[in-house]
């Protein structure tokens, strides 16, 4: 069992958790993620990693309540426990050597790109975040990104926070007025990394993106979590979020594919998010 | 007294019953016929079956103590072999190991030596308690790398002799293979945990959810105090047929579906881990695992099963008893038979049409047996002209495995194979001083018996190794 040391809300829909685990903080590198399962019944589910402390030996994670696991999961309080947590698993985010990098965060994909602009920030990187959101009231890490970053760009799709817009608007700008960096590293929704990597590929600005597909042992077994790349002679070929990523080279990557295959369960996941929704509103009368 | 010619029969659920339930199928033998069974055997002197048993099983002794009713004898000298004899009593290929080494088989059918074993063992686990008694601790630590029939067996051989062993498993429960590959019906749960129970009353140390090469390595395993290290990390990534349609939704590796429904209890009215269930669906690929997704897939309410085969029924490479349960279940053989794409649906003026993407059907091309490939084997060569369609909501693929990277990308020194199996000697000893493997991740996939005889070797070479130190 792995101990909730910390739970905080970040959003409505964002929650904080700091769990005890300290084989996976020794190892933790900005970039990996965790797999967990939250009691005997529930399903194994990767999360990346927010963040870890390897005296205190904890994991961070941010997850956003989207369905009946993570409901499960958010129902836990402080001082309980989960049942199964397990890591570092994939490649760390690859941060040797850069000078100067361009985070792009949307949405719950900031608390994956929060750690990667720390580490930057901290090995003397000049980073420059661009961080999007919906709405003011799902702003999460605004604080944490303005600490780590040179220069920090806040989105939102209806301007309650920063400018009215889209993360690729002052991408497009800085890149049009010939703005270059070693790396952009875009995290978020993927159809967000999909317009970032469109918007990159214009000017020729090497792309890193973190694939989160559905996964179940996450050590390179199933092969549920499978991608396809492009390479530059045009040759297809399958790849492993779990072993071979979860980052990839932007350009590589068959978005739409993925897209696709992250619908597979859409009819199961809203009928379990329904059940799990009923049986909390049971649970509170 | 005459002689029996032919196996007594294994009780078994019906057909039509068991395609519908995930319940063993075979229920096992009452104790008059294992005993009537038993007395078939000739109790013949050179013993043939004992070498055809990968771990070496005093067979013949066993099975006299079964015609004296003396059960638990007959356990004992299973067990003094086998670490897990009810899982080899159930899913071992008999008929080409100890059954078809018998005496008696040569004019009748071989004694069913894999059902007495399962008999003998399932007996003694009803009946048991702590029984185990922990050997003296003789002081030398060792680490498994995977909970599998590897691992365990060389675990359980090592704890006997003293050793302080810890089993490191990536999953959330031990078992490997036999938990997430092999299905209920066939091998129950239950039955694997007992196993693994047995050998924790013998003192291993069975720690779940760490990945060796992530959340440790197997040189801190050394760091750690552990003088020699055993390599039973499995099979690794499924491999795919690179045909166009293999991304859809509903195409499965064999590994994903069985995962599903074995490890995460997939076919449980409230399991929070979905698997598609219902429609049709192909299983590519000849071999067990393909015969235990085709009878997964029918126990989950598929109205219709193919398996699709490139090679013909003789070729087929399952167990023989695993396609004849098949068969009767109604499982739809498409011999010589290759795919060529996955067709999935497509609306070209609704993008949004939550059913694009889903897969509707496999294009196959007729194949014949050509001329024999280098292992004797007819190669099937494609006929021109022939392809057609099969209706399907659903592919899985079962072609096999490749070695999992992990492990070899962090042990430096380890050499591997062109396929990325860890190369060993006769002893299970890899490249590197102390570190031994065996099972799959050094052959590839194979069965469950052989990777035990691999731990078992392996336990033994350890032993002397750490005794000549």
Known sequence: MYKILEKKELNPTV?????????????????????????????????????????KGSVDIIFQIVGATTMKLNAKKQGESICDFVGPLGKPTETE?????????????????????????????????IAGFRSKDL??????????????????????????????????????????????????????????????KKYGQKTIISMNPIMIDGTGMCGCCRLTVTDADGKRSTKFACVDGPDFDAFTVDFDEAMMRSTMYADFERKAREEACNLFKAEVK | MPIVPKKHPMPSQDPKVRAHNFSEVATGYTEEI????????????????????????????????????????????????????????????????????????????????????????????????DDAVRPAPNGHKIAVVGSGPSGLTCA?????????????????????????????????????????????????????????????????????????????????????????????????????????????????????????????VAVVGGGNVAMDAARTALRLGAEKVYIVYRRSMTELPAR???????????????????????????????????????????????????????????RPVPVPGSEF??????????????????????VKGLEVNSHGGIVVNEDGLTSREGIYAGGDAVTGASTVISAMGAGKTAAKAIDEYIRNK
């Not at chain 2, 059960?71 to 078809?100: H, K, N």
């Not at chain 2, 609704?350 to 294009?363: A, L, M, S, Y």
């Open chain 1, 15 to 55: 929650t904080f958790m700091s769990i005890d685990a300290p084989l996976v903080a020794r190892k933790a590198l900005p970039g990996q993620f965790v797999i967990l399962r939250v009691d005997e019944d529930g399903e194994r589910i990767p999360l990346t990693v927010a963040g870890y402390d390897r005296e």
């Open chain 1, 97 to 129: 050597g850069l000078k100067k990098a361009c985070i792009v965060g949307g949405g719950v994909g900031c608390a994956i790109a929060y750690p990667v602009a720390k580490e930057l920030h901290e090995l003397g990187c000049e980073v420059t975040t």
């Open chain 1, 139 to 200: 702003v999460i890490l605004e604080d944490e990104f303005a600490r780590a970053s040179d220069r920090f760009y806040r989105m939102s799709d209806d301007g309650s926070w920063g400018e009215k817009g889209v993360v690729t608007s002052p991408l497009h700008e800085l890149l049009e007025s010939g703005e270059r960096f070693d790396v952009v590293i875009a995290i978020g929704p993927v159809v967000m990394m999909k317009f970032v990597t469109l918007e990159t």
């Open chain 2, 34 to 129: 294992a005993v009537a069974e038993a007395q078939r055997c000739l109790n013949c002197k050179n013993k043939p079956c004992v070498a055809g048993c990968p771990v070496g099983i005093d067979i013949p002794a066993f099975i006299s103590r079964v015609k004296e009713r003396d059960f638990e004898g007959a356990y004992g000298i299973v067990s003094s072999f086998s670490s897990l004899p009810a899982v080899c009593g159930r899913v071992c290929p008999q008929e080409t190991q100890c059954e078809q080494k018998c005496t008696l088989g040569i004019k009748f059918e071989p004694v069913g030596i894999g059902r007495l074993e399962r008999y003998v063992a399932d007996r003694h686990n009803e009946g048991v308690c």
């Open chain 2, 156 to 280: 359980g051989d090592l704890a006997r002799k003293g050793y302080a062993v810890t089993v490191y498993e990536a999953l959330h429960t031990a078992g490997g293979v036999l938990v997430y590959g092999i299905p209920e019906f066939r091998l129950p749960k239950s039955i694997v945990a007992r196993e693994v129970d047995g050998l924790r009353r013998l003192g291993v140390d069975i720690q779940t959810n760490v990945v060796v090469g992530k959340t440790l390595t197997v040189d801190e395993l050394f760091e750690a105090g552990c003088e020699a290290v055993f390599i039973g990390s499995g099979a690794g990534l499924p491999n795919f047929m690179n045909i166009p349609g293999e991304s859809l939704k509903g195409v499965y590796s064999a590994n994903e579906f069985l995962t599903r429904s074995n490890l995460m209890k997939a076919y449980r009215e409230h399991s929070d881990t979905p698997v598609m269930k219902g429609g049709k």
């Open chain 2, 320 to 378: 023989k008893e695993e396609v004849e349960h098949a068969e009767e279940e109604g499982i739809d053989f498409r011999l010589l038979c290759n795919p060529v794409e996955i067709i999935g649906y497509d609306n070209p003026d609704d993008r949004r049409d939550p059913k694009n993407g889903f897969v509707t059907g496999i294009k196959c091309i007729r194949m014949e047996l050509g001329a024999p490939d280098e292992r004797g084997r007819r």
């Open chain 2, 389 to 410: 369609t099969l209706d399907v909501d659903a592919v899985i693929i079962s072609i096999g495995t490749s070695p999992n990277p992990l492990i070899k990308s962090t």
